[in-house]
């Protein structure tokens, strides 16, 4: 840890326990004034500390939205992890689940597939926004100024020709994941993998997390990977419920395919 970051930390923790002038801070610290007003100043402008007319230090509202959010993740990951294994157990595929947090989607769980071939995923790593199936139902849960303030700031890493390029495009998806209650990556991310994501919903209403299966190619064509969108949807339902969400989850299935008409001779 560099010595900056952890003397922040320390006056923050110093701040937390009522030390709240530059002076005391500066000697409980064992730092310089000059320094800890650098580094206070650094804590106040991203909001983890704040200063009132007295020039008194106070822990700021950021400390409490990121404990706020570790929170809530932390139950979700808990309503959602039997459902989330039998899930994986039911299909043999990957199972991930994401949350959002300040134009971040991050996978907090993870259930391997039983096939050979695995993704390169890991719990904690954040998920391209762009190019996933929960990035896509996260940002469908979101009002329509955040969403085109995070499309408008997202960086569109081309990783397949059929990567979503632009923020026009990724509001459209957003908007249509939003509609049908769930969202997928065709080869959007990778070239041998298609997706399927879908909400889970908290007890005020809003998207509270997201939950996918990826499969390979090799394992289920892109056909066979949408048959599952019913057991998705049908878990997701069970966590919402855990949740306390007692509405209804929109989900509007695919179109059916058309069978080619067969032409009679006689």
Known sequence: MSQSLSRALDLLDLVSHGVDSLDALASAAGVHKTTVLRLLQTLEAHGFVSRDAAYRYHVGSAVFALAETARDTQDVRRAAAPTL????????????????????????????????????????LPAAIHATAVGKVLLGGLDESELRRVAAGADYERFTARTI?????????????????????????????????????GADGRVAAAVSISVPNVVLSHKGVLALLPALHEATTTISAELGYTGRAPFILPPAEKAPRKELHG
């Not at 509609?179 to 990778?190: K, L």
């Open 165 to 201: 390029g632009s923020a026009e495009e990724l509001i459209a998806a957003a908007n249509l994941a939003a509609e049908r209650g769930w969202a997928e990556d065709h080869e959007e991310h990778e070239t041998f993998m298609n997706c399927i994501g879908a909400p889970i919903f």
């Open 85 to 124: 294994r039998a899930l994986g157990a039911s299909t043999g595929q990957t199972v991930h689940l994401a949350a959002y947090d300040g134009g971040t989607v991050t996978y907090i769980d993870k259930v391997e597939s039983r096939q050979p071939l695995r993704m390169y995923s890991r719990i904690g």
